[in-house]
T-cell receptor, first 114, second 110 residues
Framework: NAGVMQNPRHLVRRRGQEARLRCSPM?????VYWYRQLPEEGLKFMVY????????ESGMPKERFSAEFPKEGPSILRIQQVVRGDSAAYFC????????????FGPGTRLLVL | EDKVVQSPLSLVVHEGDTVTLNCSYE??????LLWYKQEKKAPTFLFML????IEKKSGRLSSILDKKELFSILNITATQTGDSAVYLC??????????FGAGTRLTVKP
């Protein structure tokens, strides 16, 4: 059973470009969580999604950030018009059902904005 | 391939018990090992260990790293129901890349 997969592992963008981060949950998992880790800081919750639904996006910046988890395909975290402050590691986790279940983390995507 | 393995995957104890959670790692360009406690949303940071043999303590929690044997343990003494959570171990390598273990789910019964 493959673990949570994220791609790309490293992404370089120039200011103003768009960044798309993908997360494929573990097989059988229907819940996905996105976290951001800023340098020297802990993980910060961004958004919690179920297939085709956003359950909790309280940690998501109101502008430029969006997330989706379509019926088919990976979950996507999209950052429009990236700025240098968006540079961080973005981790995705998945769980079988609810937020009370153990979350399995992917290897992360490191975004660098030049 | 880099990997972090935690054991046990789940553990049920009674209040007052002492527990030891294990984390072994195989991470290239290892920098540090981190422990997190996850209850609801984002995992909360517990410890970061970079040097072998130096115990870090915070209240009833303590942790130590063995870089020769590539493992770390997290001890919780006099457990309380509020300690019930998933405890995550992560190996940090390269330039702040991280690899998480699968976690240990601890349940503390009254």
């Amino acid at each position: 059973n493959a673990g949570v997969m994220q791609n790309p592992r490293h992404l370089v963008r120039r200011r103003g470009q768009e960044a798309r981060l993908r997360c494929s949950p573990m097989k059988g998992h229907s819940h996905v969580y996105w976290y951001r880790q800023l340098p020297e800081e802990g993980l910060k919750f961004m958004v919690y999604l179920q297939k085709e639904n956003i359950i909790d996006e309280s940690g998501m910046p109101k502008e430029r950030f969006s997330a989706e988890f379509p019926k088919e395909g990976p979950s996507i975290l999209r950052i429009q018009q990236v700025v240098r402050g968006d540079s961080a590691a973005y981790f995705c986790a998945s769980s079988p059902r609810t937020v009370q279940e153990t979350q399995y983390f992917g290897p992360g995507t490191r975004l660098l904005v030049l | 391939e880099d990997k972090v393995v935690q054991s046990p995957l789940s553990l049920v104890v009674h209040e007052g018990d002492t527990v030891t959670l294990n984390c072994s790692y195989e991470v290239t360009n290892f920098r540090s090992l981190l422990w997190y406690k996850q209850e609801k949303k984002a995992p909360t940071f517990l410890f970061m260990l970079t040097s072998s043999g130096i115990e870090k303590k915070s209240g009833r929690l303590s942790s130590i790293l063995d870089k020769k044997e590539l493992f770390s343990i997290l001890n919780i003494t006099a457990t309380q129901t509020g300690d019930s959570a998933v405890y995550l171990c992560a190996g940090a390598y390269n330039n702040n890349d991280m690899r998480f273990g699968a976690g240990t789910r601890l349940t503390v019964k009254p």
